[in-house]
């Protein structure tokens, strides 16, 4: 699975959480987008491994920097399952 591949996928779950329209680049951060805080980064996780049937370890997800960081690590939780 690619990083496009896992962020088009990421995109209907953002648009799910988030009130206003949020347009995933590989570039993009929590620092970009005010409504991202800690809560609703929770509820990313959640989402995200429920939508992709992964886990992350502790800390993982957190210390990705930007989206495209996040995809790739979703995709090497992917290959691993």
């Known amino acids: 699975?690619?990083?496009s591949e896992v962020i088009a996928q990421l995109q209907p779950i953002f648009d799910d959480l988030f009130m206003e329209r949020v347009v995933l680049t590989p570039e993009l951060s929590a620092h970009d987008v005010e409504e991202w805080n800690s809560?609703?980064?929770?509820?990313?996780?959640?989402?995200?491994?429920?939508?992709?049937?992964?886990?992350?370890?502790v800390?993982?997800?957190?210390?990705?920097?930007?989206?495209?960081?996040?995809?790739?690590?979703?995709?090497?939780?992917v290959a691993e399952k």
């Open 1 to 3: 699975m690619t990083q």
């Open 39 to 57: 809560l609703l980064q929770i509820s990313i996780v959640l989402a995200v491994e429920q939508h992709f049937k992964i886990r992350f370890r």
């Open 59 to 77: 800390g993982e997800a957190e210390s990705t920097n930007n989206v495209g960081e996040f995809a790739d690590l979703i995709a090497r939780r």
